[in-house]
């Protein structure tokens, strides 16, 4: 048989236990950058924060945006996975032209994780892909 005493010392140890804070994890602080010194709007700016993913549209250049992220190099999100891998991408095929440079970089923490500059018309630049180029 056990003991009341026992039986109340389980209770509050549960009780205790699920009351714990959740554990911590490194969190990463991004910033998304698009700059043009030709294109005034993107049509289109798809990013991911903590909750997952964002779509903006007919957003005026240059544009910058800080967000918290748990893993800014993870790979690219998943469903069940919100705030994993920074990613952005962006749209302005309708103005579009030769030598109509966009540059699109990803810092964490302050270092540069991504940089890509095109003049097709869409942009994409990934956390976990150390690609940098410029114009």
């Known amino acids: 048989m056990i003991s009341k005493g026992v039986s109340a010392l389980t209770v509050v140890l549960g ?37 997952g993913r964002k779509l903006l549209e007919q957003v005026p250049l240059p544009w910058r945006l800080d967000v918290t992220l748990g893993a800014a190099t993870a790979a690219p999100l998943l469903p069940d996975q919100p705030g994993a891998g920074a990613q952005l991408r962006a749209d302005w095929r309708p103005v579009a032209g030769p030598s109509r440079w966009v540059v699109a970089s990803i810092y964490s923490n302050g270092t540069l994780l991504c940089r890509s500059a095109i003049d097709v018309g869409n942009i994409t630049c990934y956390g976990n892909t150390p690609y940098i180029n410029s114009v």
């Open 15 to 51: 009780i205790a236990a699920m009351a714990s804070p959740p554990a911590a994890y490194a969190a990463d602080h991004v910033t998304y950058e698009l700059t043009s010194d030709s294109i005034g709007m993107m049509y289109g700016i798809e990013y991911v924060d903590a909750t």
